[in-house]
């Protein structure tokens, strides 16, 4: 097991078990960089591009960045946030001429004023990373984000629902995704494939 991994599963379940499911987020991101095992300081591979000249765009649970700049660099006037306000100001330290708009926020309980005012959504690896009972809140929140006309796409590790949950980050099943069509969204495609060693869903959705 990955000792990064390690760590952030047991800040995860203490957490957890204080009955905050997002704290830990900023508590890992507070001892470094080097600990957070998703920060590969790249954009995701898995990421499809959009065209976004002249369009809106909202990254969720934007850790450090990486995928926001991507967005913004296709023509999106992209907006990003994350739970933790430490990850946050490593993305401004990071990007300091980013055009990127950075802001803390919580998925769980976002603010009105985001909601359905992005032609482009994306989340990537943040549901999967929240424990199932608050993904269908988590889920609802995503989906209020995503204008008239507007796009969403997801990006989660895999698993059947026979499977077992497994730990940190959780896969999803194809019923926890099919929640998106519950909150009005409709789903325009969906692949289901391996990226190395790790099943992953890749999901295209619109309003």
Known sequence: MEPNRERA?????ESLNAGDPTGWFDKLYQEGIEVVPWAELRPNPNL?????????????GCGLGDD???????????????????????CKRRFPESPVRYETGDVLAPPEKWKRQFDF?????????????VRAQ???????????????????????????????????????LNLFTEFGLTETSFEDYMDGETRRFRVVLAR
Do not use: C, H, N
Not at 9 to 13: D, F, Q
Not at 49 to 60: I, P, R
Not at 77 to 82: G, H, L, Q, S, Y
Not at 122 to 127: D, P
């Open 121 to 133: 959504v994306l989340e990537s690896y943040t549901v999967q990373a929240l424990p199932p009972d």
């Open 138 to 176: 988590a889920i609802r929140g995503v989906a209020s984000f995503v204008k008239d006309g507007g796009m969403l796409l997801v990006i989660a590790r895999a698993r059947e629902e026979r499977d077992p949950p497994g730990e940190m980050p959780w896969p999803l099943t194809r019923q926890e």
């Open 48 to 60: 499809v591009q959009f065209a976004g000249a002249g369009k809106t765009a909202l990254v969720v």
């Open 9 to 13: 599963r047991a800040l995860a379940a």
């Open 68 to 90: 926001a700049e991507q967005v913004a660099a296709w023509g999106f006037k992209t907006m990003a946030f994350d739970v933790s306000p430490t990850a946050i100001e490593a």
